[in-house]
């Protein structure tokens, strides 16, 4: 059973416009949370994280939000820009567990 | 330069055929991890190492056999037995398993298996 969920497959934005991608999760001791983004034929490079003692984190255009009590992650892209078409994964560990990784959301942005 | 070399990037197998997937880093890392991808399912973690001749079994391990002979190495085969082997392999390191939750998770290309 998927403990990680990206329930939208898609996401289409206009460029300059703020992308909002979810994650919800299962596992309540989850400690740590990740975006990565995916190029087509290449692997996943990192984006951002968030550990559980925060709600918000932070970098450049990408900000990622917790709101642990309702199992709840999302990452917000402002401006959004056409070269961060991609696919974007949430990924989420227990300390010292390997990472689970959701089916990811795959974001266009249009000029 | 640092990073995690996948061989080969495309592969073809007959049916009940073993294959074995390359992965090399030269990161120093002691962990390393073999995800599957397919299409609309994300990626799912076949067999991860924390430390030189150990390996745990990840969510979708049967099938697959792994070893870690080597810091460095650590080659996935797929066996005649994994009942769909058609997909994209994501071989990935970090310098600690914890080290992962952090970002340090560091993905090779790829390698795209095919059965024919």
């Known amino acids: 059973d998927q403990q990680v969920k990206q329930n939208s497959p898609s996401l289409s934005v206009q460029e300059g416009r703020i992308s909002i991608l979810n994650c919800d999760y299962t596992n309540s001791m989850f400690d740590y949370f990740l975006w990565y983004k995916k190029y087509p034929a290449e692997g996943p490079t990192f984006l951002i994280s968030i550990s559980s003692i925060k709600d918000k984190n932070e970098d450049g255009r990408f900000t990622v939000f917790l709101n642990k009590s309702a199992k709840h992650l999302s990452l917000h892209i402002v401006p959004s820009q056409p070269g961060d078409s991609a696919v974007y994964f949430c990924?989420?560990?227990?300390?010292?567990?390997?990472?689970?990784f959701g089916k990811g959301t795959s974001l266009l942005v249009t000029p | 330069d640092g990073g995690i070399t996948q061989s080969p990037k495309y592969l073809f197998r007959k049916e009940g055929q073993n294959v074995t997937l390359s992965c090399e880093q030269n990161?120093?890392?002691?962990?390393m991890y073999w995800y599957r991808q397919d299409p609309g399912q994300g990626l799912r973690l076949i067999y991860y190492s924390q430390i030189v001749n150990d390996f745990q079994k990840g969510d979708i391990a049967e099938g697959y056999s792994v070893s870690r002979e080597k810091k460095e190495s650590f080659p996935l085969t797929v066996t005649s037995a994994q009942k769909n082997p058609t997909a994209f392999y994501l071989c990935?390191?970090?310098?600690?398993?914890?080290?992962?939750?952090?970002?340090?998770?560091?993905f090779g290309e790829g390698s795209r298996l095919t059965v024919l």
């Open positions: 990161l120093n890392h002691d962990a």
């Open positions: 990935a390191s970090s310098r600690t398993l914890a080290g992962a939750n952090t970002g340090e998770l560091f």
């Open positions: 990924a989420a560990s227990v300390l010292g567990g390997a990472l689970n």
